[in-house]
């Protein structure tokens, strides 16, 4: 008998169909692998974020087989001698070991951390894009919601994994979230013990902390991810003004396999620059700060960098107390204004933005193409206004260290601190709205003059003028060119934008510009040299 010759070729139109037989995925996968994406770089901040959560993810698996999550009292022995004998909870002694005894621990420790930071600023970046590129508009108002929410739940990600260690520093910011809680009126010394497990620190926060930061934290990211990009499928990507985009199409590339094979390369450089910084740079060194202890703690006492506002929210904050004269008197505490009211308001702000603004400007259609900040001034205004105030308690978050290094009085830099959350804001908004409007009007003028070719010339009366290159071909009418309309979009403002000059190079070792080469084609002539100059004489030959 014959045998059948096996055709490797078709296996995996076999295989395919198969499958598609069984579960009829092939009409929703070709649907899903025809997605265009728009390209653009502003459009990589968010897959940053995505990237770094996967890396968390992986990291942090790896740190979980390791660590111990209890606070029962052991002595250390491991291999970092000047602690070796010193009494330490079970959480903080697996730290250690995690960093010194096991193989490959204080790199994938640091690579977790690392992570976090970058996880938290590329969410924070690209909202900060989303925000004044107008991306949050309808119908994107519940993705702007969700990414507002998945910074506070980052936030809250980034707290219970920094407090696990349970060292010094770790301790220090817990003792203080528990001051948050105890300020909270009516349930605020219910919600403590009842996290605590009673008085602080209590036995069990580690390991409730643990179960939060490993299982109920990262589900509700990954829950909020999932509704964030299958949003982004639904709805369609934004893109750029430009040739050929309009508010109903996508001008981009498929998903499969161009933009996937990117995205693939793009996760592995996210993830090289991590294990990069794992491996080069130290964060978060727990050995220096030994095991905590409540009477023990120090000056420059830092969170991570996105929980700093905080911080110097309450050290600027005035202890201004109210006593409410109910029963025995009843007090609430200056902490509570700027660690609970204050993200409140931040948190409502945020997420009810894109419907203030629909209505102030009486704009409720549907939005798939950006606008640049410059177009519309009063929102980068008040982005920048966001922003400065962020900054101005985030510098205040570390005043002491500021006061320390400058050898300036504590004092001055908290009323600096709180003149400039008066003042910064405000001016910033000022300075915002004024740059729209400047750079606006330089777009108008080259539309109205054309471009500034570096020519200049002089006319008949002596004056010296610059040559400018119109955008478009003069009209048959009077020999002008038309006038532009103004339409939101990028207008070349150097020559070989519009073709005449080479392509620009960009790099480090090289000229911005190079020379545009001499027209050469097969059928050319060959250039002929400059003839001699001779001497303009009397036409008499010398002698």
């Known amino acids: ?33 025809n997605k265009v994406f728009p390209d653009h770089w502003s459009f990589l901040l968010g897959e940053i974020a995505l990237f770094s959560f996967v890396v968390l993810l992986m990291t942090g698996v790896f740190l979980t087989f390791f660590y111990e999550p209890a606070m029962t009292e052991v002595v250390y022995n491991g291999s970092y001698a000047p602690l070796r004998g010193t009494p330490m909870s079970a959480a903080y002694a697996s730290s250690l070991d995690l960093s010194f005894d096991v193989r490959g621990g204080l790199i994938m420790r640091q690579m977790h951390h690392w992570a976090a930071l970058l996880f938290m600023a590329a969410i924070v970046v690209h909202m900060l894009r989303v925000f004044f590129t107008g991306a949050f508009r309808k119908p994107r108002e519940t993705n702007w919601i969700i990414g507002s929410l998945l910074f506070w739940v980052g936030f809250l990600a ?53 179960i939060a930061h490993v299982l109920l934290i990262p589900g509700l990211l990954v829950a909020l ?45 996210v993830f090289g620059v991590i294990a990069l910084m794992g491996g080069l740079f130290q964060i978060n060194p727990i050995w220096y700060f030994g095991p905590y202890e409540a009477w023990v703690v120090s000056a420059a006492s830092q969170p ?38 204050l993200p409140g308001i931040l948190v409502g702000l945020s997420t009810m933005y894109p419907f203030v603004e629909a209505r ?41 260290v500021i006061a320390d290094k400058f ?80 339409v939101g979009w990028v207008v070349p403002k150097k020559m070989n934008r519009l073709g005449a000059l080479g392509p620009a190079i960009r790099g480090f070792f090289y000229p911005i510009e190079r020379p545009a080469e001499a027209p050469v084609s097969p059928g050319h002539p060959p250039v002929e040299p400059r003839p001699e100059r001779e001497e303009i004489g009397s036409g008499e030959s010398r002698r």
């Open 1 to 33: 008998m014959k045998r059948r010759k096996f055709d490797v070729a078709a296996v995996p139109a076999k295989t395919a169909g198969a499958v598609d037989d069984r579960f009829q995925v092939a009409t929703p996968l070709r649907k899903l692998l």
């Open 158 to 210: 980034g707290f219970t994994g920094y407090s696990l260690p349970d060292d010094g520093l770790s301790g220090t910011g817990l003792r203080i979230a528990s001051g948050i809680m105890l300020s909270i009126p009516v349930i605020g010394s219910w919600l403590t013990s009842s996290i605590f497990g009673g008085e602080f620190p209590g036995e069990i926060i580690i390991s409730r902390f643990f």
């Open 225 to 269: 991810i999932s509704a964030h990009l299958g949003l982004v499928f639904k709805q369609k990507h934004t893109q750029w003004p430009g040739p050929g985009r309009t508010n109903e199409n996508v001008v981009g590339e498929r998903m499969f396999p161009r933009y996937a094979l990117k995205q693939g390369g793009f996760f592995m450089v």
């Open 304 to 341: 991570d960098w996105y929980v700093m506002f905080l911080d110097g929210s309450t050290r600027l904050m005035p202890a201004w107390q109210i006593n409410i004269p109910i029963g025995d008197g009843y007090v609430i505490p200056p902490l509570f204004w700027p660690t609970v009211v």
């Open 360 to 400: 102030r400007l009486k704009d409720y259609k549907h939005h798939n193409l950006l606008q640049r900040p410059r177009d519309v001034p009063a929102r980068t205004a008040v982005g920048a206004m966001a922003v400065a105030f962020y900054v101005v308690l985030t510098l205040s978050g570390g005043n002491d």
């Open 407 to 486: 050898h300036i009085s504590l004092n001055a830099m908290t009323w600096a601190g709180r003149v400039g959350l008066l003042v910064v804001p405000p001016l910033a908004y000022y300075v915002a709205y004024r740059l729209c409007l400047g750079l606006q009007q330089h777009d108008r003028e080259v539309l109205a003059h054309g471009v500034e070719t570096g020519i200049i010339k002089r006319l008949p009366d002596g004056r010296f003028v610059e040559v400018h290159q119109p955008l478009t071909a003069a009209d048959g009418h009077d020999g002008h060119a038309p006038a532009l309309d103004y």
